[in-house]
């Protein structure tokens, strides 16, 4: 049998640990979790400091043709209230972004076909010509590498695509017939390739995920080696076949983030919106976890109650970008500081 203490301490010399050993430490997290968020905090610190990176969130649209059981803005969601940005719309988020201090904005939407590759590139090099020392993430799910290709040439530097899950049968489960585990897999490859900062990530207790499926998870970060990651709790939105649905705990999300700062010492890592609706502490204790990165909303005012992935999702208050002082408050009270930054990792930029 293991000492649990042990292993913890081993993953901070050694980054890696057998599959056997991540499920060991899951299944008593409860003894030494604290001891694992210390270790990833110092971890973290000895890399970042106490620099936490902010990202301005624009989700641009909440239309999507996919149908992802769990997901809110599904295209099977009828009762979804859909909304587009224009690109001026985009454009003049970003540029209130910049005025608040954000140096990197996040475009996130659904699969909207309304959004060709020509009219992103567009918003793409217009942002990096109005900002040129900001970084332009995007977050617009599966497309072909020749998509990606000329979206990497408008300007974009990093691209989020959560794999949701490291097993196909999972995944299987998680979504209709239509999606593919071996695409989404593919997409990530051909990012990497193309020289983004890549992000992949999952959610953690969605149906059907296994403590095994969880030490399998961080064998395959430490494999695909993604400059980010993000994770956050699965969350029930009523609308969706998942609607019964237990949600993840925050406990367990926390758990893992110190697990992936441990395994991945330079990952950006976000504590989440997901987290901080379930824990209204969940970002601060997702920081003191092991997380580096914060994602304030700049979408519109109009819009920003439309974008909702899962039920009660926070967005109207602090976590909103224009209250960045007060997100700046919180932070430092923990110890930490908020920088304006493009934050890159530190293998790039
Ligand atoms: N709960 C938590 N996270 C969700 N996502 C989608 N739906 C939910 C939900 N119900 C996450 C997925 C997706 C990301 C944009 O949001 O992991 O990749
Ligand atoms: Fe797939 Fe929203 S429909 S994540």
């Known amino acids: 049998m293991y000492n649990t203490a042990e292993l913890i301490d081993k993953l901070k010399t050694e980054t890696i640990l057998s599959r056997d050993e991540y499920l060991h430490l899951i299944k008593n997290r409860g003894v030494i979790r604290e001891r694992a ?16 990176y902010i990202r301005g969130l624009i989700e641009f649209t909440n239309y999507c043709r996919n149908n992802c059981y769990y997901c809110g803005i599904r295209a099977g969601n009828d009762k979804a209230d859909r909304y587009r940005l224009t690109p001026e719309e985009i454009i003049g988020c970003s540029d209130s972004g910049y005025e608040l201090g954000f140096r ?32 332009v993430t995007l977050s617009v799910g599966e497309k072909s590498y020749e998509s990606y290709r000329k979206l990497r040439n408008a300007g974009a530097d990093r691209y989020l695509l959560r794999h949701e899950t490291v097993n196909r049968e999972h995944y299987g489960m998680l979504h209709p017939d239509n999606m593919s585990w071996d695409n989404r897999m593919q997409c990530l490859r051909n990012l990497k390739e193309l020289g983004f900062q890549t ?10 995920q296994t403590e095994e499926d969880l030490a399998d998870e961080l064998l395959f970060l430490k494999e695909l080696k993604p400059e980010m990651v993000g994770i956050g709790p699965f969350i029930p939105h009523q609308d969706t076949p998942f609607g019964k649905e237990t949600a993840g705990s925050a406990e367990l999300t926390l758990f893992l983030l110190s697990l992936i700062r441990l395994t991945l010492p330079d990952v950006l890592l976000p504590a989440t919106t997901a987290l ?33 992935l899962y039920d009660n999702k926070i967005c109207t208050g602090e976590e909103a970008a224009q209250c960045i002082e007060c997100l700046k408050g919180r932070v430092r009270k923990i110890g930490y500081e908020i920088v304006t930054d493009r934050g890159d990792h530190k293998d790039c930029g």
């Open 276 to 308: 901080g609706t379930i824990d209204p502490m969940g970002r601060e204790k997702g920081i003191l976890s092991g997380a580096n990165v914060l994602m304030p909303n700049l979408s519109p005012v109009n819009v920003r109650g439309k974008y909702l």
């Open 104 to 135: 990197t904005f996040v475009l996130q939407g659904g699969e909207d076909p309304y959004y060709s590759d020509d009219i992103l590139s567009r918003v793409v090099r217009d942002i990096k010509g109005r900002h040129p020392d900001c970084a």
């Open 37 to 52: 968020a210390e270790l990833a905090g110092s971890v973290r610190d000895g890399i970042y400091g106490k620099s936490i």
């Open 199 to 208: 992000g992949a990530g999952f959610m953690v207790g969605s149906p059907g």
